[in-house]
Structures are given as structure tokens and as C-alpha cells.
């Protein structure tokens, strides 16, 4: 019969319980268990056993650039940030809001630390999350136009909850790339990360057109949380010691 069970559950792909069904079965106090809590535990392990492989998911459709998350972060070694408010990004409100953030500074302070831990923060809350580089973002769209891939290309950017887009305005852009950002701007519903060392002023300059850097601004830096990272010479670093993964072993609650 226990073999039997076990099989069913497979077949049924409830995994989780078959893995809890094998445990309770060599637990010498199972007869101190009644049938409720025995129940219990088999829909626990399995209701964890997919938050977590719905994390993995959500982390390996992210393409976070780096492994990283609010655990590893040392806030003591990251002075000339506003501490309160790094605290306050972790917990996500903000992309319930649909709010965006703007990361600037110079190389080598850990903006693209930071937002990829944000991004992993974000995906462990139950959100949707893709990390790209602007550049690398607008030669993926260029290249599907050639083929008719451009559209839905630009439906799955426009559905995640949360876009992460590092070097921004690294360069200046062409009128079918600045048609291209403005296409993603406009279509998004989610929030935006943007990780870059070009400070505000210039942005205008490197979309090169007034009118669409304009509507594209406007839809992203007057809701935008900044965090200026003025301080080079003070990076972001992983906490000291024994790092945890950034992976947990218990997917946390998701967001709405």
C-alpha cells in the first residue's frame, strides 16, 4: 500500500509529498502524529517543494548579472548611502507601487551589486524579474525586427514586474534605438532598475531628440527612489566571513 501511495503521488507529479510520505514513514513517533498533522506536514513539504522551484524559475529567467542579495550585504562597509532607504528598497514596496529606481555613481561602487540583489529580493517576493544591459537590450531588438520576433519580444519585456537595465546611457543612441526605448518605456506597466555611471544631466543629450527624451523621462524619473553612490573609494562589499546563499532553502511569501 505505502508503495502504492508513493507511486500515485508521482504520477500526480506531487513530489513534495512523496519525498514527506517516505520521511514519515521512518519516523519512530509517526503513531504520535494523528491523520491531520501526518496530512499537514505531506501538504507543507509539497506547497514549499513548488515555491521553491517556482524561485528557481523566476531567478534563472532573470539572468541576474551577479549572485547577489541583501544577506551579503555589508552595510557598514558602503558609507555615503542612505542606509534607511537601501532597507527600505529591500522590502519591495516600491514595485508594489510601481515606482522605479535610479542607481548612479561611478565604477566600481557596486550599483550592479545592488540592483541584482534587488532583482534576487524581488524574484524571492514572487515577482517577476529580467536583468539586461541597455545596449545589449537594443541589439536583441534590432535583430529580431529582421525576422518577426521584434513583438513578441517586446510583450515579454513589457510583462515582468521588474526590469533591470544596467549602463544605461552609456552611449548615444539612434533614432530606431531611441524609438525602441521609447516603445519599452511606454508599454510597461512594472517598474524599472536603472544602474548607470552617466549622471541625470547628460541622459537628455544621449537620447538625442528632445521630444522623445522628454516622454521618456517623464515616465520614469518622477516616480523614481534614487541612491547616489558618491563614494569610490568606499565600494559595496559582501558581508565578511561565511556567505549564505543567495538562493534560500524556503522560498519567502509572494507579492501580490
Not at 122 to 127: D, K, L, S, V
Request: glycine share 8%.
Amino acid at each position: 500500500m505505502h508503495h502504492a501511495n508513493l507511486e500515485k503521488l508521482k504520477s500526480l507529479r506531487l513530489f513534495g509529498m512523496a519525498r514527506a510520505l517516505q520521511e514519515l514513514v521512518g519516523l519512530d513517533d509517526r503513531g504520535q502524529l494523528d491523520f491531520d498533522d501526518q496530512l499537514a506536514l505531506l501538504i507543507e513539504r509539497e506547497t514549499a517543494d513548488r515555491a521553491n522551484a517556482a524561485l528557481e524559475m523566476r531567478l534563472k529567467r532573470a539572468r541576474l548579472r551577479q549572485a547577489a542579495c541583501f544577506e551579503n550585504l555589508d552595510l557598514k562597509a558602503s558609507r555615503g548611502l542612505d542606509k534607511g532607504l537601501i532597507r527600505d528598497l529591500f522590502t519591495g514596496r516600491w514595485i508594489s507601487q510601481h515606482r522605479h529606481v535610479i542607481l548612479t555613481g561611478a565604477t566600481g561602487t557596486g550599483k550592479t551589486w545592488i540592483a541584482c540583489a534587488l532583482g534576487n529580493q524581488a524574484a524571492r517576493e514572487g515577482f517577476s524579474v529580467l536583468y539586461t544591459r541597455l545596449s545589449r537590450r537594443l541589439d536583441d531588438i534590432a535583430t529580431a525586427r529582421l525576422g518577426s520576433g521584434a513583438g513578441a519580444l517586446m510583450r515579454r519585456i513589457a510583462k515582468v514586474d521588474l526590469l533591470l537595465v544596467d549602463d544605461w546611457m552609456m552611449s548615444e543612441l539612434s533614432a530606431t534605438q531611441r524609438r525602441d526605448l521609447m516603445e519599452i518605456v511606454d508599454d510597461r506597466h512594472g517598474s524599472i532598475i536603472l544602474a548607470t555611471q552617466i549622471p541625470l544631466s547628460s541622459w537628455h543629450r544621449a537620447i538625442g531628440d528632445a521630444t522623445y527624451a522628454d516622454a521618456i523621462l517623464d515616465r520614469i524619473v518622477h516616480t523614481a527612489l534614487y541612491v547616489a553612490f558618491s563614494r569610490p573609494g568606499h565600494h559595496i562589499q559582501p558581508v565578511a566571513g561565511e556567505r549564505v546563499a543567495c538562493v534560500p532553502p524556503l522560498a519567502l511569501k509572494p507579492g501580490p
